[in-house]
């Protein structure tokens, strides 16, 4: 367990060419939401666990009381008959050194089953608080590119403009030196809280990729109950500016 | 020196399938509080010190002027005719990577001794500055949480919902790999400050675990100098939010 | 990828005895900036990509939405028929380890194509908002810097007196140790923002020693950006001290 | 150079069971300033450089403007007729881990040359303005305690309370544990800046153990200067709590 581990939990899988998906927590848990969700309304299988000293040392509590340690992990199921491997998990590293060691791990995984593209998840943080249902793409080869772009994915140059950092970039860059076609896709996201109605743009794409629709319902609550929490706190901010002019004004009051 | 080393005190150690029961360094220093109250009244003998680079690279200084490197220690003792072995210390791992050799090295040494089981002890940080008795817990294998709860430790779904960070989170996880029971017991405190309170309700259910009666005079006395010291936090406070709303006050004198 | 590695893109080449010229982000980009000017205007030829995960695990996105990896790169030039080896990149390493380690690397290419002298360019602080034309040297040899001072290049005794902290530093210290002349040359730069003033002047400086001329239009262009936002920063900071004496004497109205 | 290293730049050394003396940077650089004291005053000769990763990724520059890794060094000197070794440097490690393995690669040399005893030097900071000329030790052996007593040394129970973080004390745990006598003797210091003064007493102390004299102007003359230097931050203090006084008494102005 000192170095990065895998641990198979299924002997004798028959996965054909699967597309690989990859949600892991990032900007707005945009992606983690939509490969979750679609692990549960696919009814996909966990067939892989990755540990790693390069996660945060710490367990967490299920259920029934029992713990699990961090980890991600790699799931199998079928989207309109197609395979699809999942990967999801708690955290990403959190070194740089991690990244480099998990991500190659990932890849061996992916050329193991004869992978042919994978779509990393993610958010891009616009820092707005207003919301905006694009969804933005890179990817590892311009063909690739003029495929996305029918989805309705929007590519825009040099953007996003700092880069991406983690495992979703990483995995793009990588994929390119293994002949694995990559794309990275972002849902717009304030950035600042999750973010499920970024995660249902995100998704709805996914959709149109895969050729097959989900049931969005428990997203859609998600989205309602963040929403709930954005509105006070933007009625405390306009409080707090209304504060302020006012106590602006009392401040004028002691100088004239 | 360079990685964490074992170091044997003893030879022809007589333990047969010994409890172990981990109390090192953490919130409210509850877990550390009981188990080295437990090795001073049970008398019990250091067999084994643990060296490492992921300790803080300091020494301390004993009552004679000699010093001593930062380690963790394993103890053993008898309570009740059985045997236990104790592991306490002075840090946990500085690092994430720490953490990963350092719990297999402790549960090396529990696999040497045919360990059958485990308990790790905690402090669970409620940010309240009230007192709370309960001891909450979690485990590798529900039957196991069966028993435990009938020593009057809670389980509560879901919780601690941040997980557990650390050795004693990390300990119960691997146990179970390695088919070793383990429970992660956690008195309930404020977390802020040393905690002997939290750690009499803890030593208590131990007790019963055990069956074993412990004089507990040192940590009551603990207790005492430690709720003197929070009733003049406490005042302090009081006076704080005192003095607040008097200027509030004075502030609106020349305003109007 | 889990240690720095080097990417050779040109087979068969006929490189003989280059001059090395480092230019790596640092203060004020001043080496940065002068190193990739001249990348593009003597058309040099990229030969070596460096990929480390000391670098961090992060992608850039290109024009046309593909991505690629944080990198280093080694580019082949001609100045005035001699061959020149232009070491640029995005990032410096993260780490004081891969510090040692990616410089190693590179002087390992220097010896296989036997560098016989290596210029690491960077920026020199001031703290001072005022422009500086000074260039500033040290070198790891005192021959070399006789030499060095009859392009205009000034040498002041323990100066930079905090050292150098970064590859621009080490590659200069560690060439000796292989036997390579090596010189660190620094434009004098505020330091808090991009310096493409302070670079013309180190160009300048690079050009005598080559005895070159290059274009500088582009680097002209870019120092008249920031000398715009440098006099808007002044302007703002100008308004806040007046604003402050404002306040000060308002502050005092209401005590008299 | 990507390990410890060690450099020996002398051949066919004749050192006869030295002492070591350990001073490294460190509170008020109390250590650093004695031992590169006695260095420079007892004419030692540098024998031996020392390089790591684990030091900052810096270079410092020489009078002449050459450059030199950051280092630590062992210079080879007599004092009444006794061969002594002096380890000094720019700086300690800035890892735990490198502390571990630079401590180790230390004492390997003793072990080479038959050290017998170690001192190491440095400062414990008292966190008060105030000079006191105590000197306070602690070491790995109680029979050396009793002697070094004889030497005006202090030794306090448990004291250091807070332990001693780096070389100075990791190197005595670790003497004793290759059959070492090691003792660490502390000038007490304010603790915030470089503190001559305290580097006197120490010195005293060790002119003692070592049965010589030595010249201390220039230590002297440090001494005054830093006196100013705390003289004029005095007044500053005083100068402010009075403005504080007085900016009370203007509040209560408007207020009444």
Redesign the interface.
């Known amino acids: 367990?000192?170095k990065s581990t895998l641990v198979r939990l299924k002997d004798d899988l028959e996965i054909k060419k699967p597309v690989m998906l990859v949600g892991l927590p990032g900007v707005g848990l945009v992606g983690k939401l939509v490969a979750e969700h679609l692990v549960g309304e696919l009814e996909a299988e966990k067939i892989m666990e990755v540990y790693s000293?390069?996660?945060?040392?710490?367990?967490?509590?299920?259920?029934?009381?029992?713990?699990?340690?961090?980890s991600n992990m790699i799931y199998h199921g079928k989207a309109n008959g197609n395979d699809v491997l999942f990967l999801v998990g708690d955290h990403q590293?959190?070194?740089?050194?991690g990244?480099?060691?998990l991500c190659?791990l990932y890849l061996d995984v992916a050329e193991e089953f004869k992978v042919p593209r994978i779509y990393t998840l993610g958010g891009y943080p616009t820092g707005k608080l207003t919301y905006d249902e694009t969804v933005l793409?890179?990817?590892?080869?311009?063909k690739l590119?003029e495929e996305i772009k029918n989805y309705g994915v929007k590519?825009?140059?040099?953007?996003?403009?700092g880069?991406?950092?983690?495992?979703s970039?990483?995995l793009?860059?990588?994929s390119r030196?293994r002949g694995i076609e990559a794309a990275?896709l972002m849902g717009m996201t304030p950035g600042y809280l999750m973010d499920p109605k970024s995660a249902q743009s995100l998704l709805k794409v996914i959709c149109k990729i895969f050729d097959i629709e989900v049931n969005m319902t428990s997203l859609e609550k998600k989205a309602e109950e963040m929403e709930s929490i954005m509105k006070k706190l933007k009625e405390k901010e306009e409080q707090l500016s209304f504060q302020e002019v006012k106590s602006t004004e009392?401040d004028l009051?002691?100088?004239g």
Chains 1, 2, 3, 4 share one sequence.
Do not use: W
């Open positions: 367990m000192q000293p390069h996660f945060p040392p710490q367990v967490l509590v299920n259920k029934d009381c029992t713990v699990r340690l961090v590293s959190t070194t740089s050194h990244h480099y060691e190659s793409g890179v990817a590892n080869d311009t590119i590519f825009r140059e040099f953007e996003p403009s880069g991406i950092v983690g495992a970039g990483l793009v860059a990588f030196m990275c009392e009051c002691y100088i």
